[in-house]
């Protein structure tokens, strides 16, 4: 069994066991956005304390297995606008981003259509990004209380300012939107923010096939996402929502004629998603099918990865602790073990568990394979009073949003 100290220096391909009895894809065109093009059309999602810069290294690193470029977009975690503006430190650290990363892509959240242009318009002026992604998608009741995130397309002259001012202050770097279905079946906004979106000159507009109200529960409405490609023909249209494997993504787009997939919860502990994804758009077969050693290499490096970003190995491991029980999802790993891994205390510390492990154990299958993550219940929206009741701004709303801002203000 090789030594778990050795595999930081493992290539992408050192860490997957290649097989080619996967179903075979339909060729697709490349996914372009505004100047910028991907042989892949994927995009990895942004999640919060996931899509750092390690963890999006390694999905592009897998990415460029089995495609001409790194196999697709991969976008930051989502900073607050104000916090940008503010130049916090931790959000300035979030934004910056390394030379192996191209294109950068950053994920905006705000709520106030000025300081959303300040920030878009820092990031250009200072070369921080080449292509900027608005979020409009967050479900998390901290936002929506207050009328952002998912319940902000609601109000649709208040969502027209924020994109157009976004894309006016961009200039020649794309700006896209991530967007929800609505706040539920009865107030329902992606047709519109569509419409809307393409009009003021967003270059691609993503819907996750979800409302405020199903956070992540239930299944993603796919015909949602065909809908909204039937109503918006001039920009791509890129669809999200439980895509767990290559061929989920594929019959995705077959299914909604979308222009490409955003891929969230699926690749958490599964970075080589990215190189399935890339294998199957070329319409190969070749399917990434690790064994537990495969699996052990990668976490390790992870972890390194996590310790060079944050120039700290306590706090590289102690972030890679949400990481351990999406790795070995479906893997013979006993719960006391996961339990050590997922309390680990050094790179040391982690190579002595992973040496407990039998590294020759081959890929579990279907059990990797499923759904990740919390999915949760479907709950009601919180937001502000009498929010539903028109889709205009009243000063009172206003004033909300000002706080939903602040209440997030950091990163």
Not at 37 to 64: H, I, K, Q
Not at 85 to 90: Q, S, Y
Not at 142 to 156: D, F, H, N
Not at 390 to 402: M, V
Request: hydrophobic share 40%.
């Amino acid at each position: 069994m090789p030594h778990p100290s050795t595999p930081e220096s493992a290539a992408p391909t050192s860490a997957a066991a290649v097989s080619g009895d996967a179903p075979v894809g339909a060729d697709r065109m490349p996914l372009t956005i505004g100047p910028l093009t991907s042989d892949t059309p994927v995009v990895l999602a942004p999640m919060a304390g996931v899509t750092n810069e390690p963890f999006r290294l390694l999905c592009r690193e897998f990415g460029a297995m089995h495609s001409d470029n790194d196999g697709g977009f991969f976008v930051s975690e989502m900073v607050t606008s104000r916090a940008l503006v503010e130049r916090k430190p931790e959000t300035m650290r979030m934004v910056k981003m390394g030379e192996r990363e191209r294109p950068r892509s950053i994920q905006l959240y705000g709520v106030d259509p000025a300081t959303v242009r300040a920030a878009v318009g820092l990031l250009v002026e200072e070369d921080l990004a080449d292509h900027v992604d608005l979020n409009f998608g967050c479900p998390v009741p901290k936002v929506t209380r207050k009328g952002g995130g998912a319940v902000l397309p609601w109000k649709t002259e208040l969502f027209t300012q924020i994109v157009s001012g976004a894309v006016e202050a961009a200039g020649d770097v794309p700006v896209t939107v991530k967007t929800r279905m609505g706040v539920d079946e009865d107030h329902l906004t992606y047709l519109d923010a569509g419409r809307i979106a393409q009009e003021v000159g967003a270059a691609a507009i993503a819907l996750h096939g979800r409302t405020a109200n199903q956070h992540y529960s239930g299944t993603a409405q796919w015909d949602a996402i065909a809908a909204l490609k039937n109503a918006v023909t001039d920009i791509p249209v890129l669809g999200n929502g439980d895509i767990w494997t290559a061929e989920d993504a594929l019959r995705l787009v077959e299914e909604t004629g979308c222009d490409g997939v955003v891929v969230g919860r699926g690749c958490q502990g599964r970075p080589w998603l990215f190189a399935d994804l890339a294998a199957g758009f070329a319409g190969r077969p070749d399917r990434v099918r690790p064994t537990l050693g495969d699996v052990c290499r990668t976490l390790r490096r992870h972890a390194v990865l996590l310790t060079e970003f944050f120039e700290s190995e306590e706090r590289g491991v102690r972030d890679l602790r949400k990481h351990v029980g999406w790795y070995f999802k479906g893997y013979p790993v006993g719960g006391e073990l996961r339990h050590a891994l997922a309390t680990m205390e050094s790179i040391a510390d982690l190579d002595q568990k992973l040496s407990r492990l039998d590294w020759d154990s081959p890929y579990p299958g279907e059990t990797v394979e499923g759904p990740r993550g919390r999915a949760g219940r479907p709950k009601r929206t919180h937001m502000p009073d009498g929010w539903l009741i028109s889709r205009e701004l009243t000063d009172e709303h206003r004033t909300r949003l000002h706080e939903a801002e602040l209440s997030i203000s950091g990163g």
